[in-house]
């Protein structure tokens, strides 16, 4: 039996019309519900401490372009310990500092912007050729500006992932090993929240794996650190190949669970249900 | 490589108790040994010229500091492979404590590393006959 579409001549023109009809203080009206419903969460959700919001911020700015928290790896929460740790927030610091002396009057205007662009084009300096990849066209002056702003980019991922992004944040702004905990944190979601028996346990067989597999390839990243001394784009690099492989091992043991039949019930043996209920 | 069920089953079991109980101890233990790191290996040991400016400052904090460890863990059994560091002795300032407690963790690292890795691997590409 052969299905036709319907899609009538007169519905399609009156899609169009009504599109070329809706004039942008329309558009308008129907952004603004969406946005203020934004704006209210936004403020519920984006952290008070400077150093969170900024790693909200970069969070928040890295799953829009990099879709990083819906794809599920953790080479993002490395990227940003490496991008956030002393020698570049020391920076941003001074700038900080800088503003506080115009504004108390200890600095004049001229003073303050070239204090300012020389430890930004320092910061980008130090960033390397890596920051228009990262900062994706925007250079680290004007994001610095947003984040100081305190603006956040407000897609409709972002809001979805408001929640998530908090608590990643306060993660995020103390380091990067944070993965593991975060990753075995969302296994322990999952497992709570997954009626089927069979996936609770691939759940915990997939996270347990994907974590010791992290585990032991980051200290193995040891034999590779000790022939070279390490700049911050290798260990962004190593970092990110860690991950990928964790994840990788993750994958491939949950498949290697399938296939043995998923006899084994990890989960009541371990106890790991009575813990994540 | 055709195998039987049977021992496709122990073996992904092998390989998961050993994953269980790696996770158990291996972190801890390599955070634990981070964190009571002698101060007389890291005044003796992690300066310049033995470790880069960029990698004396990141390393200092956790979790980075992890790495160091793991440096100075495989350097007491790879120490061929010190052409640059120059921290081959480091062994001479470590308390025996200390030094006992980076063999048990590099060992079971490998030993975890081939079994884990390596069964995974091995089952991964065999065939289970009927």
């Given at each position: ?53 900024e790693a909200?911020w970069a969070m928040a700015w890295l799953d829009d372009n990099y879709n990083w928290l819906?794809g599920g790896l953790g080479a993002g929460l490395t990227t940003l310990g490496v991008l956030t740790h002393?020698?570049n927030t ?36 130090r960033l390397g050729?890596l920051e228009k990849l990262l900062l994706k ?6 994001a ?24 990643l944040s306060?993660l995020a702004s103390?380091g990067g090993v944070v993965l593991?905990?975060a ?48 700049g911050w784009v290798t260990a962004l690099a190593l970092g990110a190949g860690s991950a990928l492989?964790?994840y ?30 | ?57 990141f390393?200092?904090?956790?979790p980075w ?66």
């Amino acid at each position: 039996m052969v299905v036709t579409d319907i899609s009538t001549p007169d519905s399609v023109g009156m899609c169009l019309a009504s599109d070329n009809q809706s004039s942008q203080s329309e558009t308008h009206l129907m952004m603004s519900p969406l946005k203020r419903e934004n704006l209210d969460q936004y403020k519920l959700y984006m952290p008070t401490d400077p150093k969170e919001r900024e790693a909200f911020w970069a969070m928040a700015w890295l799953d829009d372009n990099y879709n990083w928290l819906s794809g599920g790896l953790g080479a993002g929460l490395t990227t940003l310990g490496v991008l956030t740790h002393e020698q570049n927030t020391t920076l941003i610091k001074t700038v900080e500092t800088l503003y506080k002396q115009y504004q108390m009057g200890l600095i004049s205007k001229g003073q303050y912007d070239y204090g300012r662009r020389k430890a930004l084009s320092l910061f980008s300096q130090r960033l390397g050729p890596l920051e228009k990849l990262l900062l994706k066209g925007q250079t680290a002056q004007q994001a610095i500006q947003i984040a100081r702003s305190g603006a956040v980019p407000a897609t409709e991922k972002i809001a979805k992932n408001l929640s998530r992004l908090n608590k990643l944040s306060k993660l995020a702004s103390v380091g990067g090993v944070v993965l593991t905990g975060a990753s075995l944190g969302m296994g322990c979601y999952g497992i709570a929240h997954t009626q089927n028996r069979q996936k609770k346990n691939e759940i915990l067989v997939g996270t347990m794996s994907s974590t010791i597999a992290g585990s032991i390839l980051g200290y193995a990243l040891g034999v590779l650190l000790i022939s070279t001394p390490v700049g911050w784009v290798t260990a962004l690099a190593l970092g990110a190949g860690s991950a990928l492989a964790s994840y990788g091992a993750g994958e491939g043991a949950v498949k290697l669970y399938d296939m043995s039949g998923a006899k084994v019930d990890f989960a009541s043996m371990s106890g790991v249900d009575q813990i994540c209920k | 490589m055709q195998i039987s069920q049977e021992l496709f089953d122990h073996l992904f079991l092998i390989m998961m108790f050993t994953a269980m109980g790696g996770l158990l101890w291996q972190p801890p233990l390599w955070i634990l040994l981070t964190f009571f790191t002698p101060k007389k290996l890291l005044n003796t040991y992690f300066k310049e010229p033995h470790f880069s400016q960029g990698e004396l400052i990141f390393m200092s904090r956790f979790p980075w500091s992890l790495f160091r460890t793991s440096i100075f863990g495989w350097i007491l059994f790879l120490p061929f492979l010190d052409k640059k560091r120059n921290i081959r002795n480091c062994y001479e300032v470590m308390p025996t404590w200390y030094r006992i407690g980076l063999i048990l963790l590099t060992i079971s690292t490998m030993l975890i590393m081939f079994i884990f890795f390596g069964i995974m691997f091995f089952l991964l590409t065999s065939h289970i006959t009927k």
